[in-house]
């Protein structure tokens, strides 16, 4: 991953700089390499600072595609349902997308839904039938209701 060894990479999603640097401080081990783009002096003991190093989680659009059906026919809310699915699908840094996950989801939102074909991707181009992970180990998925389409 193109850390040198005896390093770290520290990537963060939330909190506020200076906490997050003195955490950093801390705990690492001395002589330890950092990695990163954000860069908070921390003031040591002896009165001089110290940079610490780190990044911040950067966001990725997930855009998710599905069919669905209503168990013995009738209908079903599509705004509503694509709303609960942005709002309840979350993710971790570097956490993947997959299609059952997306499946349970919508069948938690509303038990007479039967979803097929469930397809997931990156770019809204090219579409994945089981999993697909964020670009960069920096990365983490984020859903918004525009990109989900049902079929």
């Known amino acids: 991953n193109s850390v040198p060894g005896h390093s770290i990479w520290v990537i963060v999603d939330g909190g506020d700089e200076d906490e997050i640097a003195e955490t950093i401080y801390k705990y ?3 002589g330890c390499g950092m990695v990163g783009s954000v860069v908070v002096q921390v003031t040591q ?16 659009d997930l855009y998710v595609k599905f069919a669905v059906n209503v168990l013995g026919g009738g209908s079903y809310d599509a705004a509503y349902l694509k709303q609960q699915l942005a709002l309840r699908y979350t993710f971790g840094i570097y956490d993947p997308a997959d299609v059952t996950s997306i499946a349970s989801l919508v069948k938690a939102i509303n038990p007479q839904l039967v979803v097929s074909s469930v397809k997931v991707s ?8 089981d999993i697909v992970y964020p670009t960069t ?15």
């Open 122 to 129: 990156k770019d809204g181009d090219t579409w994945e039938t």
């Open 137 to 151: 180990l920096q990365n983490k998925f984020t859903l918004d209701e525009t990109d989900i389409t049902i079929l």
């Open 28 to 30: 690492r081990n001395a």
């Open 45 to 60: 003991v002896d009165g001089t600072s110290f940079p610490i190093i780190f990044d911040r989680a950067e966001p990725q």
